[in-house]
């Protein structure tokens, strides 16, 4: 019993010591990125540094945080997490991600209200659909991101319809803030 408490703290004593290390190194890290970035805003030279995109970010963040807030979206943190998701620190990356979420989220919201029109499906088909289209979501994740986004819409409808909730109202809402979301961050795209 003894040798196995020594091997096991010896291990936990090399892992804690790599956490420490790799701290340390963080630390480091952040210390010269601050650096740069002071030295870069002294300079003149924002929009050369991240801290351009973090300034572009936290902006995005707290309006579409607002937008939510003030106009009491039900589930309107899809518009924030469409913020945080999808903004990238280079205009083009943002703006084609912008325009594939949006795309396959709107199209992901028809292909499952078409499906839940012609059937109501029961609770067993309902967890069949949950899992195809987690499983899709998976497998065109680092294919195309307006499929994936299409597979993921179809993943959290029929999850959250799991808890009652109508299908067609989770797709409508999903649509419309992840499009409130998408409107929002093409001009913080473009500064």
């Known amino acids: 019993m003894s040798s196995l408490l020594l091997r096991v703290f010896g291990e936990l004593r090399a892992h804690l010591r790599e956490l420490s290390r790799y701290i340390l190194t963080e630390q480091a890290a952040l210390r010269e990125a ?24 936290a902006i995005t963040v707290a309006i579409s945080t607002l937008i939510y807030r003030e106009l009491h979206f039900a589930s309107g943190y899809w518009i924030l997490m469409t913020a945080l998701l999808v903004l ?3 205009l083009s990356d943002t703006l084609s991600r912008v325009t594939a979420r949006v795309i396959g989220t709107a199209a992901g919201a028809w292909l499952i209200s078409v499906v839940v029109a012609h059937f109501r499906p029961s609770a067993a088909e309902l967890v069949l659909f949950t899992a195809i289209f987690a ?43 992840t499009l409130i979301g998408g409107v929002l961050l093409w001009p913080s795209g473009c500064w």
Do not use: M
């Open 34 to 57: 601050a650096k740069q970035a002071i030295a870069a805003f002294e300079q003149g030279r924002v929009e050369d540094t991240t801290l351009a995109y973090a300034l572009r970010l």
């Open 135 to 177: 499983w899709l979501s998976y497998a065109v994740l680092n294919v195309n991101y307006a499929l994936f986004t299409l597979s993921l819409t179809g993943y959290i409808v029929f999850l959250l319809a799991l808890a009652s909730i109508p299908e067609d109202v989770i797709a409508h809402r999903r649509a419309v803030c």
């Open 88 to 90: 990238k620190p280079g």
